[in-house]
């Protein structure tokens, strides 16, 4: 995870879930981001990518796959409901990408 100086969260990584308590999001959709790096992907195939989100307040997240140079793949906003649980089920075909990351604002 990161959390820049600008943002305010603790995270909890338990039973292949993480929960973020963010006390301050920060001006940025970028401040507080969950990311996985280090996964191995095919240039130009789908991939599916499939979670479950919830917030204790209405939020928009940002979902991307991100490459190398900073290239943007499968980008949304994903609007969250206070207390709702969402399903998120997305296909993306990518070039060549290696990072994950969620980003609340």
Do not use: C
């Amino acid at each position: 995870d990161y959390v820049d100086s600008a943002a305010n969260a603790t995270t909890d990584f338990t039973e292949n879930r993480v929960r973020y308590e963010i006390t301050k999001a920060g001006t940025k959709d970028w401040n507080i981001q969950l990311k996985q790096e280090g996964l191995t992907m095919e240039a130009g195939a789908s991939y599916k990518l499939e979670m479950k989100i919830g917030s204790s307040i209405d939020r928009d997240v940002k979902v991307a796959l991100m490459g190398a140079g900073d290239a943007w793949y499968g980008g949304t906003d994903i609007r969250l409901t206070k207390d709702k649980l969402k399903s998120v089920n997305r296909i993306i075909k990518l070039e060549d990408i290696h990072l994950l990351y969620l980003f609340p604002n």
